[in-house]
């Protein structure tokens, strides 16, 4: 055997028994970036992008940018008699639409964040409390907590765990969120 032979062998082997550093085996995964544009909501901007740096702080498996073209979920404003709502596969796909009557009356980066909330995989739950995001105007008006809980924000870790695949909310769904007009 030859002494190149014998090195590349014996480093070959080195590299199969000896464990992996820890730079190595520390890799974190990376975070499925969901692209938003908020361009078509010109008057909650700013709210918008208050509630996606909320989740952004609160989970790490998902994580929302805002771009102006390309974007899978997109920001609409209006009046509408329904009120605020979110049509979403709850894949990071979809449109938000933030209704005027209703950001007059409720804490509008709640209602961005909440709405945001329906396009990452979770439902309604009118009945809980304050603390509870997705309670969404069940608490009422003097309701302003704009962050998921930890129960909230682990649903949204589980969901996001393998990118989009892990999340198995139905298709085209419309979640209207129930706010007193």
Known sequence: MSRRNFVM????????????????????????VVYYNASGAPTFQSAIASGAANWNRAVS???????TSGATLR????????????QTN???????????TQ?????VVRIAAHETGHALGLPD?????????????????SCHNANPNATEAARVQRLWANG???????????YETVYAK
């Open 125 to 141: 739950h009118y009945s809980g409390p304050c603390s509870e995001l997705m309670s969404g105007g069940g608490p009422g008006t």
């Open 90 to 100: 709850g894949h990071g796909s979809g449109t938000i639409f933030i209704d005027y």
């Open 9 to 32: 062998g014996a480093v070959a082997l080195a590299a199969a028994v000896l464990p992996l550093t820890a730079g190595m085996a520390s890799a974190a995964p990376t975070a499925t």
């Open 164 to 174: 989009l695949a892990a999340n198995s909310a139905p298709s085209n769904t419309i």
């Open 61 to 67: 498996n998902v994580q929302l940018r805002s771009r």
């Open 75 to 86: 920001y609409t404003e209006g009046n509408d008699p329904r009120g605020s709502y979110a």
């Open 103 to 107: 950001a007059r009356q409720y804490d």
